[in-house]
């Protein structure tokens, strides 16, 4: 056993020196103060790190209790050139999604834990050939496939759960 902690040790220890060096060495396309590191398109901050990296001060007020939430943000390519093209095009939007996975079981946090899945539908909603069934239409243009997670009572919740729900899985 402690054969297995020291090379654990050792490894890790290495790792600390890589990790830094590699950030680098891919010309500081890492993550921003605010959470961001758009190169591999996550991000990884508190709703309150998000709402400034986005939007700039006034975050406290959007963000209320969620302030300190941890929140995980993963999104694809066909996302980025869907939100550039203004979120209605098929040419660019067609197979656009994003996670979210929110962790409010933190100091301060709202005590809440949700993960979504979204997806682009365009703006003819339910009518759209991207809609699944069993989704919840979002930002206009954008299908909700799932939303569960735990509330603030402790309760834990499934309000949307399109049928397929996996990415890529409606095409």
């Known amino acids: 056993m402690k054969k297995f902690i020291s090379c654990a040790a050792v490894v890790s220890v290495a790792l600390l020196g890589v990790v830094p060096a590699m950030a680098q060495a891919a010309g500081g ?18 709703c309150l790190s998000w709402y400034e990296g986005k939007y700039g001060s006034g975050g406290e007020a959007y963000c209320g209790a969620y302030s300190n939430d941890r929140l995980v943000m993963k999104w694809n ?18 197979g656009a999604m994003l996670t979210n996975e929110w962790n409010g079981k933190v100091r301060g946090g709202s005590g809440e834990v949700w993960h979504y899945k979204i997806i682009w539908v365009g703006s003819e909603g339910e009518d759209s050939p991207y809609w699944r069934s069993g989704g919840a239409l979002v930002w206009n ?31």
């Not at 396309?29 to 901050?45: L, S």
């Not at 390519?77 to 067609?94: L, Q």
């Not at 799932?146 to 890529?168: C, D, K, R, Y």
Request: proline letters at 1%; glycine letters at 14%.
């Open 29 to 46: 396309k890492g993550f921003d103060k605010y959470g961001y590191n758009k190169t591999a398109r996550v991000f990884v901050g508190t």
């Open 141 to 171: 243009n954008y299908e909700e496939l799932m939303s569960q997670g735990i509330s603030e009572g402790g309760n834990h919740e499934s309000l949307v759960h399109a049928t397929p729900n996996g990415f890529g899985a409606g095409k």
């Open 77 to 94: 390519k066909t996302w980025d050139e869907c939100n550039a093209h203004g979120n209605d095009d098929a040419t660019y939007c067609a």
